[in-house]
């Protein structure tokens, strides 16, 4: 059974969380045309973020795959038309027709609109928002049985913080990673960086230019320290310790941000 683009979950507070490559649904159009085993696929998604996203009231998940469109990207580069536009991987059975990629763009844009809407009732309601873009890496690209990308150069936390205004934003985004950091992780502490792996992308770009003084998007990456990308299979007591310490982010966030929660 085919869902929906996205859900949507609306709530009262001035927390937003997205899971926007969590989806692994490919219109029917495309997924004809496509060459890319659906294994291959799923390692570049990014699925079971969407559950972490229950640490806010208002919610969007993707159902949609990145690989028929990336929310994350700005609109003209937002279909992956080559194999340079997506690491390499041959997608589709032959160039896709501007009217196929038209299609794709059309829920970009139907994305960015909705959004757009939300982001505003929350503005007009609480005066400021905090937005977290949730998603996840790769670190065994080299297969499964070889050993993982080294430690330095892969957090198991990284904070993208390429776009934000660190005068207005800076106390949050460090709110945000000691209290990350501090979480007891099962005994241990979560390695977490910014800016090492990822800067951040669209999504977080364009909430800064719309809302410079109101909106502050923490673009957030785990590591899959929490499942197998190879066979795609997660570890339940991961997944539940990672969304404790992201839910222990929200009310320092909130407060260095300047936003009371209800």
């Not at 969590?22 to 291959?40: C, H, P, T, Y």
């Not at 800067?199 to 230019?209: A, C």
Request: proline fraction near 5%.
């Amino acid at each position: 059974m085919t869902k929906a683009d996205w859900e949507i979950t609306r709530g009262a507070a001035p927390i937003l969380a997205t899971a926007i490559h969590n989806g692994n649904q490919v219109r029917e159009e495309l997924k004809k045309r496509m060459i890319l085993a659906d294994a291959s696929r799923l390692r570049e998604e990014d699925p079971y973020t969407g559950r972490w996203t229950t640490i806010a009231e208002n919610r969007i998940i993707l159902n949609t795959s990145r690989f028929e469109v990336d929310l994350n990207r700005p609109r003209e580069k937002a279909v992956y038309a080559r194999p340079e536009d997506a690491w390499g991987l041959n997608i589709w059975d032959k160039n896709l027709e501007p009217e196929v990629v038209e299609g794709s763009l059309t829920k970009y844009d139907r994305f960015y609109t909705e959004l757009k809407v939300i982001l505003d009732e929350l503005q007009s309601q609480f005066g400021r928002f905090v937005v977290y873009d949730i998603h996840s890496y790769n670190h065994r690209r080299n297969g499964a049985d070889a050993p993982p990308e080294p430690v330095e150069a892969n957090p198991e936390v990284n904070l993208g913080t390429g776009t934000l205004d660190k005068t207005r934003w800076g106390k949050a985004a460090t709110a945000f990673m000691d209290t990350i950091r501090d979480f007891d992780y099962d005994g241990r502490h979560l390695d977490v960086r910014e800016n090492v792996k990822f800067k951040g992308g669209w999504l977080s770009t364009w909430i800064h230019e719309n809302y410079p003084e109101t909106g502050l998007c923490l673009a957030v990456e785990f590591k899959k320290f929490f499942m197998d990308e190879w066979t795609g299979e997660y570890f339940e007591e991961d997944m539940v310790r990672v969304e404790k310490a992201l839910r222990s982010t929200i009310e320092p966030v909130t407060k260095a941000a300047g936003l009371n929660l209800p």
